[in-house]
């Protein structure tokens, strides 16, 4: 006798095949399920793989995609944005990378200096032509964050970094009358050249200065 099903021929000379119609399955008389799969089955195997890979290929590309957009600036300028006015609101300037606090009080350089370094700051450390000119823009006796305290002579800013491009006032620094001027402070800010040394203990405003850390 020969069997047909679904596209399966198969010589039966035991009689050994019977049907299962409840599950739908062919068995040997045993009950041993016959599996098979018919070439029009196969074909739908290999179709329903291929279209599963590209699904996920497609699902791939989409997450790629997403996360490349997410990780854009505009998320890191608006955190910045954030930080500017909150800073702003706390009285601070922003200007070039960096936060400004300019006192509206006098203390010595010391103090002066702790007061910044509680509000996670320092005082401030000029760096080129441009932070030079904004110093002098407050026309004030500003304490700044430079001082030869450790070595007279040997002009250091409060970060250890020596000093390399100045804006010394005419004839500063000179330890005038052979005091001890050992901080540095805006004082002729009407002129580019605009520091001078001054005793510590003197007391006078000063500017902290907090770079731009996002
Ligand atoms: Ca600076
Ligand atoms: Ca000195
Ligand atoms: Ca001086």
Redesign the pocket.
Known sequence: MILSVSGFNQQDNSDAFVTCFSTGCWTWTDSVCISFVSSSGRKCYKLVAITFGLLCILQAALNISLRLLLYTKPTTNHNTQLCRAEYSHQGWIYFNG?FYYISSWEKSWQDSRKDCLQRGADL?????KE?QEFTRRFQKHIWIGLSDQEKEGTWKWVDGTPLTTSYWGTDEPNNYQQRNEDCGEIRFYNTENSWNDLECENNNMWIC?K?EAL
């Open positions: 960096s401030v450390i000029i760096s080129n932070e200065e770079t």
